[in-house]
């Protein structure tokens, strides 16, 4: 595998249940993000882990979870969510911080299509 | 409040045609970069641009980073249908995580 992977690609659930996203990357990264992408609006920036520590929440709702075991793998819990979180769910890594030596790029996953009926 | 405004939002070509996107700002970024995402998938990333003044070509697309920072066009000559996807630009500040992203420029090409 190179690049990052997501599983699922897709997944439907019911407002009550409790399922989890997965994301692996492959590149040696330091930091990995969690986006949702809806229709019409701008990829929004959820959550921002930084070896293992997460460094960034963007005011997301508690019923999304994320866990970082270790700097390749990010994991998305959720649990009673609802309509309006259906939405395709990316993944993202790069290198550590934003940095004058490296340009600061992030690399995506194809993303979990999320429908929550 | 929108950071990034990309123009035009869509655009429906036919193959062989030339083509500028735009994305605007009026904040300063210490790089830029330019994705295409097709539907279903995640973005791609196709450049980054860090230098004012910076022009990049990738092919048949030419990317260049305005002189003081704060937007980039993307040109592509003679599209072709593999073209066709969402383009979006994204700015990253000297610091912080957050990639500022554009809704994007949903490009069209029929043969």
């Known amino acids: 595998e190179t690049g990052v992977t997501q599983t699922p690609r897709h997944l439907v659930m019911g407002m009550t249940n409790k399922k989890s996203l997965k994301c692996e990357q492959h590149l040696g990264h330091n930091a990995m993000y969690w986006y949702k992408q809806s229709a019409k609006k701008p990829l929004e920036l959820m959550f921002v882990y930084s070896l293992e520590e997460r460094v960034e929440n963007n005011s997301v709702p508690s019923r999304f979870s994320p866990e970082c075991p270790n700097s390749s793998h990010l994991f998305l819990h959720l649990h009673t969510l609802q309509p309006e979180d259906s939405a395709l769910y990316l993944c993202?890594?790069?290198?550590?911080?934003?940095?004058?030596?490296?340009?600061?790029?992030?690399?995506f996953g194809p993303g979990t299509r999320l429908t929550v009926t | 409040t929108q950071l990034l405004e990309q123009s035009p939002q869509f655009l429906s070509i036919q193959e062989g045609e030339n083509l500028t996107v735009y994305c605007n700002s009026s904040?300063?970024?210490?790089?830029l970069q330019w994705y295409r995402q097709e539907p279903g998938e995640g973005p791609v990333l196709l450049v980054t641009?860090?230098?004012?003044?910076e022009v990049k070509k990738l092919k048949r697309l030419t990317f260049q980073f305005g002189d003081a920072r704060k937007d980039s066009s993307l040109h592509i000559t003679a599209a072709q249908p593999g073209d066709t996807g969402l383009y979006l630009c994204a700015g990253a500040r000297s610091s912080g995580y957050a990639l500022n992203f554009g809704k994007g420029t949903s490009l069209l090409v029929t043969p």
């Open positions: 641009v860090v230098t004012g003044g």
């Open positions: 904040s300063v970024f210490s790089s």
């Open positions: 993202a890594s790069s290198q550590d911080v934003p940095s004058t030596v490296f340009p600061y790029e992030q690399y």
